[in-house]
């Protein structure tokens, strides 16, 4: 059975504090690695990732695949407040259903 | 990014009554919708693809017949509720892929939360 496994469930850290959030997955026909950010409402996309080894980032935002291990984190450097929420991990495979992990709560204190 | 709206944003309605959320693609057209249920504090859970001009394909365990869903447009697609029940109330949301291919990514609706008295 296809699994997407995301560590810590939930983190509490301060402003200008750097964080790293983690997914595995063990799943079958793998095509993306996807992470989203949900505050109160839906998620709103951050990456998706399809190679190893590439590095996407927007801002202080920061993601890496590593196929080989099966595994990716999401870094978020000099946190803010504004960065609380819930962070998703998802994997997509040849059908492109969306696979979800279930979630790492961040909480960043002023 | 492409937009993904949804409506009603919140419905409350009796046990037993039928809702109906729609979903719709504002900027793109979108040959594959999803459709996922919320619990609080829980992850998103896949109920049922649902593709432009054919039946819906529904995850294990969710009732077809309870929850119907019609992708009449490449733009719109609904989820009913159907009978509704109290354990039905949850957070619905729908999510659009912008175009074919499961490499693409797909967007999210702001959701509905649906409470049944």
């Known amino acids: 059975e296809d699994k997407v496994v995301q560590s810590p469930l939930s983190l509490v850290v301060h402003e200008g504090d750097t964080v790293t959030l983690n997914c595995s997955y063990e799943v079958t026909n793998f095509r993306s690695l996807l992470w989203y950010k949900q505050e109160k409402k839906a998620p709103t996309f951050l990456f998706m990732l399809t190679s190893s080894g590439i590095e996407k980032k927007s801002g202080r935002l920061s993601s890496i695949l590593d196929k080989k291990e099966l595994f990716s984190i999401l870094n978020i450097t000099a946190t803010q407040t504004g960065d609380s929420a819930v962070y998703l991990c998802?994997?997509?495979?040849?059908?492109?259903?969306?696979?979800f992990g279930q979630g790492t709560t961040l909480q960043v204190k002023p | 990014g492409a937009v993904v709206s949804q409506h009603p944003s919140r419905v409350i309605c009796k046990s037993g009554t039928s809702v109906k959320i729609e979903c719709r693609s504002l900027?793109?057209?979108?040959?594959?919708m999803f459709w996922y249920r919320q619990f609080p504090k829980k992850s998103l859970m896949l109920m049922a693809t649902s593709n432009e001009g054919s039946k819906a394909t529904y995850e294990q365990g969710v009732e077809k017949d309870k929850f119907l869903i019609n992708h009449a447009s490449l733009t719109l697609s609904t989820l009913t509720v159907t009978s509704a029940h109290p354990e039905d109330s949850s957070f619905y949301i729908c999510?659009?892929?912008?175009?074919?291919?499961?490499?693409?990514?797909?967007?999210f609706g702001p959701g509905t939360r649906l409470t049944v008295l």
């Open positions: 998802a994997y997509s495979g040849n059908t492109g259903k969306l696979i």
């Open positions: 900027d793109f057209q979108a040959t594959t």
């Open positions: 999510s659009a892929r912008d175009g074919a291919g499961p490499e693409k990514t797909q967007y």
